[in-house]
């Protein structure tokens, strides 16, 4: 069964390192279930801490529209959870090593009722994000994740937290995901002082690494990002990468692609 701490050491390296963490975001089976592990890998290649894999999911309201659009190609592929949970299986075949959390909504897990989380911790998930299930629903679900061998990776949206007190319930892992602004993923880009208010924000409310995401778009937005937290995170621009090199790239190439294109971002926050 996979273990959690995979995040921890990952982190603790990195801050013993003075270095961010970087993580990345895509969306399993986008642009083919089969090419989905060898993108992961690439992912590593090109410098990538820890791994956000999306299962795609027909809903996704939260999400902008590169996201959305992922999510649709993704399931015209043939992609869904029990797929996503295939691809981590032949991800881990050739990599222990680095942490892997699960993304995305949290019916396709929870209707799965007696293994919807004992399956992606055996297949070799670290963690779930589930941004429609926030910390006052998500308490009643951590004990169960906890014997199953997951954290739930908590969100911290712009403005107020409902109770700033359950980020630090047991169960809530891994690291805090903080918004520092509002809106859908592949938005706007949020300026300094809104990123640094949101990283002290979340410092202030959890002990866990603060990781920060949406709107990175540029390896100098991911510099300047990484000034400010403990992870910088990753999505859309990889995403909307992946798309526009698909249809024109062999699996070999795109793969080669990929990894230069994390290169770029991991060399701009070790600047940082």
């Given at each position: 069964m996979s273990s959690p701490s995979r995040l921890a050491r990952r982190f603790a390296l990195r801050a013993a390192e003075g270095r961010t963490a970087l993580i990345f975001y895509i969306v399993a089976g986008d642009p083919a279930v089969s090419l989905s592990p060898r993108l992961l890998h690439a992912l590593v290649e090109g410098g990538a801490d820890a791994i956000e894999l999306g299962y795609p999911f027909a809903d996704a309201i939260l999400d902008g529209p590169v996201i959305r659009r992922a999510n649709r190609r993704a399931l015209d592929a043939g992609s869904s959870l029990d797929a996503t949970l295939d691809i981590v299986r032949r991800f881990r075949e050739g990599d222990q090593d680095t942490p892997l959390v699960l993304m995305g909504y949290a019916n396709p897990v929870l209707s799965r009722e007696a293994d919807g989380f004992t399956a992606p911790a055996e297949a070799g998930a670290d963690g779930l994000i589930l941004p429609d299930l926030p910390p006052r629903e998500a308490?009643?679900?951590?004990?169960?994740?906890?014997?199953?061998?997951?954290?739930?990776?908590?969100?911290?949206?712009?403005?107020?937290?409902?109770?700033?007190?359950?980020?630090?319930?047991?169960?809530?892992?891994g690291f805090l995901y903080v918004i520092p602004q509002a809106g859908p993923t592949g938005g706007a880009t949020a300026g300094d002082d809104a990123v640094r208010q949101a990283v002290e924000r979340g410092r202030s409310l959890s002990d866990l690494p603060v990781g920060v995401g949406f709107g990175i778009k540029t390896p100098d937005i991911a510099r300047d990002f990484a000034r400010h937290a403990d992870a910088v995170i990753v999505g859309s621009a990889l995403v909307d990468f992946i798309d526009a090199r698909a249809a024109t790239s062999t699996a070999q190439q795109l793969a080669a692609e990929v990894r230069s294109f994390c290169e770029t971002f991991r060399r701009a926050i070790d600047d940082a």
């Amino acid at each position: 069964m996979s273990s959690p701490s995979r995040l921890a050491r990952r982190f603790a390296l990195r801050a013993a390192e003075g270095r961010t963490a970087l993580i990345f975001y895509i969306v399993a089976g986008d642009p083919a279930v089969s090419l989905s592990p060898r993108l992961l890998h690439a992912l590593v290649e090109g410098g990538a801490d820890a791994i956000e894999l999306g299962y795609p999911f027909a809903d996704a309201i939260l999400d902008g529209p590169v996201i959305r659009r992922a999510n649709r190609r993704a399931l015209d592929a043939g992609s869904s959870l029990d797929a996503t949970l295939d691809i981590v299986r032949r991800f881990r075949e050739g990599d222990q090593d680095t942490p892997l959390v699960l993304m995305g909504y949290a019916n396709p897990v929870l209707s799965r009722e007696a293994d919807g989380f004992t399956a992606p911790a055996e297949a070799g998930a670290d963690g779930l994000i589930l941004p429609d299930l926030p910390p006052r629903e998500a308490v009643a679900y951590l004990p169960a994740m906890r014997a199953a061998g997951l954290v739930q990776i908590p969100l911290l949206p712009a403005g107020k937290v409902a109770d700033p007190a359950l980020l630090r319930t047991v169960g809530f892992g891994g690291f805090l995901y903080v918004i520092p602004q509002a809106g859908p993923t592949g938005g706007a880009t949020a300026g300094d002082d809104a990123v640094r208010q949101a990283v002290e924000r979340g410092r202030s409310l959890s002990d866990l690494p603060v990781g920060v995401g949406f709107g990175i778009k540029t390896p100098d937005i991911a510099r300047d990002f990484a000034r400010h937290a403990d992870a910088v995170i990753v999505g859309s621009a990889l995403v909307d990468f992946i798309d526009a090199r698909a249809a024109t790239s062999t699996a070999q190439q795109l793969a080669a692609e990929v990894r230069s294109f994390c290169e770029t971002f991991r060399r701009a926050i070790d600047d940082a």
